[in-house]
């Protein structure tokens, strides 16, 4: 049974940091490219950044690049999300997701498995 679980999500202020982590089950972590994906209430699911399997192809939105970093630790199975100068438009679940290819990482339907989210709450 595959399973990723969240954590690390809560309620901070602007510019504030959170560091989102990813844990992974059931699969070989380290075959697999891993992405951060968000969804505000109202608004579509939207690509934040993805990792491949060796950490070479790293990808951001533009949105987040250079306040968010995604690292990822195999040894762990664990994918983490470093979130930096946090700004209220980042308020939104965080989902984390595996796909078999690095390919299309920016699009959802590359990856297999998803998450079930963390919330993350930004105030003004």
């Known amino acids: 049974q595959v399973q990723l679980v969240e954590s690390g999500g809560g309620l901070v202020q602007a510019g504030g940091s959170l560091r989102l982590s990813c844990a992974a089950s059931?699969?070989?972590?380290?075959?697999?490219?891993m992405g951060w994906f968000r969804q505000a209430p109202g608004k579509e699911r939207e690509f934040v950044a993805a990792?491949?399997?060796?950490?070479?192809?790293?990808a951001y939105a533009d949105s987040v690049k250079g306040r968010f970093t995604i690292v990822r630790d195999n040894a762990k199975n664990t994918v983490y999300l470093q979130m930096n100068n946090v700004k209220p438009e980042d308020t939104a679940v965080y989902c984390c997701?595996?796909?078999?290819?690095?390919?299309?990482?920016?699009?959802?339907?590359?990856?297999?498995?998803w998450g079930q989210g963390t919330q993350v709450t930004v105030s003004s």
């Open positions: 990792i491949s399997w060796s950490s070479i192809n790293i």
């Open positions: 997701a595996a796909a078999p290819l690095v390919r299309g990482l920016w699009i959802p339907d590359s990856y297999h498995y």
């Open positions: 059931g699969i070989t972590f380290s075959s697999y490219a």
